[in-house]
């Protein structure tokens, strides 16, 4: 918490490292940055969260960055310090990828690595202590933009943002749909949908069936990028949470500063696990995402 | 939570990642991989190779020492056996030699008696006809004696 013109409550601190820097459209037709949280919630769906935007496109191309330095200069030789970290995480992707994906795709291994590592990346954002950035952000607004601190928003972590956590899941079930269509056909699709797990030789039955196995069917695909994005939403969110409850804590007196110091370091080493737990589920059911796509069922029950 | 373009965004911002990743990132460090893992395989089988090459030389070496022994044996029994025969070889001829040179002295010897004998015969004869002539008196008919002289000649 810092001292600024006005103190502010605990509510208030919340509520302003919850709310993202956006920019769209006011109702009254012109774009601009929002100044807070309910000016943010007036723009509707015409609104861009510049700092989800902003920290995981910095991070994917930290990730890309590194990954191609390492790529550029990959030789069959002894491998350098970066060429031998990027050939550890590529391995360990590979592994992967071969244990749970059957077909063959190019696309998927690929996928996997920059799922795993952009989402660390994303995730790790939510080591950093929750103040910095923003205090840093807050201070370049007041002094290079004349702003009131306390309408600078800066949400460092992107997968704190359903948005960033459902446009990868819904990218993901796109590519689901895609190479669903492409190796079954869409009879094979649709039948995959319709003719499953029911099933029965009677024709009058059958036709039963089909509405009963479309619904259960249909909401287990929607179930797929639903609970893919929102398991990370959750956990990232949650953790993000703490770790803004246990800054609360440096408002209070020594010791309570004192706990809040253990505290926080605490939850950030538990969370270092749940960062890569976390990163490392989204890979993985991605990955089986993309290989049910890929299964031609042998026989049509 | 409030759903809005960001969503768009980062959907595309996403297939931009994976596009670059399977495009620029991927395969070369996997091929780096799979040429290194071959590299590997050659460098093992290589060194395989190198160590049965190695055994095989270990036993080619010890048939060549192991001829190479007998060898020199061989040539070894073969100069013993070569000194022996010149040995004896010089051993015969020398006594052949000794012989030739005993049974030459033999015969001159006996020559050298024989000679003698003759010479001592001769002068025998001529003394006993001188002997005998003066113990008679008279002169002996040389001639007439001759088978008598010759008879007494061979007695000696």
């Known amino acids: ?301 | 939570m409030d759903i809005n373009l960001t969503l768009i965004g980062q959907s595309i911002t996403f297939f931009l990642f994976i596009w670059f990743t399977m495009k620029f990132v991927w395969p070369p460090i996997v091929n780096a991989l799979a040429a290194r893992r071959a590299q590997i395989a050659d460098g093992l089988s290589a060194a395989e190779k190198a160590k049965h090459d190695e055994e095989l030389s270990k036993h080619r070496i010890a048939e060549l020492l192991r001829d190479a022994k007998a060898q020199a044996q061989e040539i070894i029994g073969q100069a013993e056996k070569r000194a022996a025969e010149i040995i004896d070889a010089a051993k015969t001829s020398a006594k052949t030699e000794a012989e030739r040179i005993v049974l030459a002295a033999n015969a001159e010897i006996e020559q050298n008696v024989h000679r003698a004998r003759e010479q001592l015969r001769g002068q025998v004869a001529s003394l006993a006809v001188a002997g005998a002539s003066r113990v008679l008196k008279k002169e002996i008919n040389a001639a007439a004696n001759e088978d008598l002289l010759k008879d007494l000649v061979a007695q000696l």
């Not at chain 1, 995480?89 to 059957?102: A, P």
């Not at chain 1, 370049?140 to 359903?162: C, L, Q, R, W």
Request: with cysteine; aromatic share 14%; proline share 4%.
């Open chain 1, 1 to 301: 918490m810092s001292s600024e013109q006005h103190a502010i409550t605990s509510a208030e601190y919340i509520r302003h490292h919850l709310t993202n820097w956006t920019y769209g459209k006011f109702p009254d037709g012109h774009w601009g940055f929002a100044h807070d949280a309910a000016q943010a919630k007036s723009m509707g769906f015409m609104a861009i969260h510049v700092d989800t935007m902003l920290w995981s496109i910095a991070t994917g191309l930290l990730f890309l960055f590194f990954f191609h330095q390492a790529a550029r200069k990959a030789t069959a030789g002894i491998p350098g310090g970066l060429q031998n970290f990027v050939e550890w995480v590529c391995e360990f992707i590979d592994t992967n990828v071969r244990g749970s994906f059957t077909a063959r795709n190019d696309l998927v291994a690929p996928m996997a690595l920059t799922i795993f590592m952009w989402v660390f990346l994303m995730n790790f954002m939510d080591l950093l202590p929750v103040d910095w950035i923003p205090l840093i952000a807050g201070q370049v607004g007041e002094h290079a933009y004349n702003m009131d601190p306390h309408h600078v928003f800066m949400k460092i972590v992107p997968s704190t943002d359903p948005n960033a956590t459902f446009g990868m899941s819904l990218a993901i079930f796109a590519l689901m749909i895609v190479y669903s269509f492409k190796n079954k056909g869409v009879a094979g699709f649709f039948a995959e949908l319709t003719l499953h797990p029911f099933s029965s030789k009677n024709t009058l039955l059958q036709i039963i069936f089909v509405p009963i196995n479309f619904v259960l069917e249909f909401v287990s695909l929607i179930a797929k990028p639903l609970s893919l994005s929102l398991r990370l939403y959750g956990n990232m969110y949650a953790g993000e949470m703490i770790f803004i409850l246990i800054a609360l804590m440096f408002g209070g007196g020594f010791i309570m500063q004192l706990a809040g110091g253990l505290l926080q370091w605490g939850w950030a080493v538990f969370h270092i696990l749940i960062i890569t737990l976390q990163a490392f589920i989204f890979m993985t059911l991605a990955i089986v995402y993309m290989d049910m796509a890929h299964q031609v069922p042998h026989e049509q029950h």
